[in-house]
């Protein structure tokens, strides 16, 4: 265990970010948090972690203030979007990085740990690949962003000799989860969800629970140091599959729609298109972002984590959504159906 070690985490209020605080305390860490203004941080204080209001868009000067004494820095802030400006994206995730990075270099952190993104790879279908895989610019603007990320990384590690590790996960989800299920159990809800070729396609998401494990084993593992390191559920599931096991818990009936690959794809650019024209805030209801999700191949190759970290997933990937599932059912009574408070639907 752990003992009289000091972590500095950025997102600390966000899905890995709370998770993982808890599991640091819990090993015997101190936790220094930044969180946002006007974020509640309170659940992180009842873990008896350090909170400090800041945003990793401040200079480095400014973060490596809160940062001092850090042993290990945790960066899991970042900002994900599927229609937001590039502007905006490169803000947090290409300059907010460096800051982060900078200011861990300035204090002495010898390793940080950094959260990646799989969307470096594009969006067409990507079958078992693995960190040797080159990276794919689809020209939309989070793909952008990541990737420009990905080499700032590089380059402040190589000019500064900070020791920083990759964690690259793909869709996260598990209990906290403001992102992923959430929009899915509205879609699912609203009785608008269809499938592209029946949901057949296999998809690799990752339980916070197995990323919180690769970071801890990251921020110590021997020939670590400047590596990437992909990190999933390290079985795949069919997107039918985690629809149902979602309807199941939640009471919403099981989508039976299904619309043809190549309709989909078609019809990508024809709302991209049309957003863009009428300069729509909000995305539309597909985009090059969404038909990732909906229906590419997905499954990664995730051996050089085990092997490097000496990671390995701990849940069964159906076990794993079927608990995130249950804790929706309990915890977010506004994304269950109709007025239902508890249980399951017929």
């Not at 990276?135 to 990384?153: L, M, P, Q, S």
């Not at 990323?211 to 021997?222: F, N, S, T």
Request: with cysteine; net charge positive.
């Amino acid at each position: 265990m752990a003992t009289s070690r000091t972590a500095w985490v950025s997102g600390g209020t966000g899905l890995l970010g709370s998770h993982l605080v808890e599991r640091l305390r819990a090993d015997g860490w101190a936790v220094r948090a930044l969180v946002r203004e006007g974020s509640d941080d309170s659940a992180l204080k009842a873990l008896g972690a350090e909170t400090v209001r800041g945003d990793i868009t401040q200079s480095a000067a400014v973060l490596a203030a809160g940062m001092q004494g850090a042993d290990r820095v945790f960066h899991c802030a970042a900002f994900v979007d599927d229609w937001a400006p590039l502007e905006k994206m490169l803000a947090v995730n290409v300059e907010g990085v460096r800051h982060v990075l900078d200011a861990a270099h300035k204090t002495g952190v010898r390793r940080a740990v950094h959260i990646g993104s799989l969307a470096v790879y594009g969006n067409g279908d990507q079958v078992d690949i693995d960190e040797t895989t080159p990276f794919v610019e689809t020209g939309d603007n989070y793909n952008h962003a990541k990737i420009a990320c990905a080499r700032a990384v590089r380059d402040v590690a190589r000019e500064t000799g900070l020791e920083v590790v990759t964690l690259v996960p793909p869709y996260i989800y598990g209990p906290r989860d403001r992102q992923f299920f959430p929009r899915l159990c509205s879609v699912l809800r609203e009785g608008k969800f269809a499938y592209v070729d029946r949901g057949e396609r296999p998809i690799t998401p990752v339980y916070v629970l197995h990323l919180v494990e690769a970071c801890v084993r990251a921020a110590d593992a021997e020939g670590a140091a400047g590596e990437s390191f992909i990190i999933t559920d390290g079985r795949s599931v069919t997107r039918r599959q985690l629809v149902e096991i979602l309807c199941d818990e939640m009471g919403y009936k099981r989508p039976a729609k299904s619309v043809p690959r190549w309709l989909a794809r078609a019809f990508v650019p024809v709302f991209e298109g049309m957003a863009k024209l009428t300069g729509a805030a909000e995305p539309p209801r597909l985009n090059r972002f969404r038909y990732k999700f909906m229906a590419t191949h997905l499954t990664f190759d995730v051996s050089k984590a085990k092997r490097v970290l000496g990671w390995s997933p701990a849940f069964d990937s159906e076990d794993a959504l079927r608990k995130t599932a249950i804790w929706f059912r309990e915890n977010r009574p506004d994304l269950l159906p109709g007025d239902a408070k508890t249980g399951r639907g017929s």
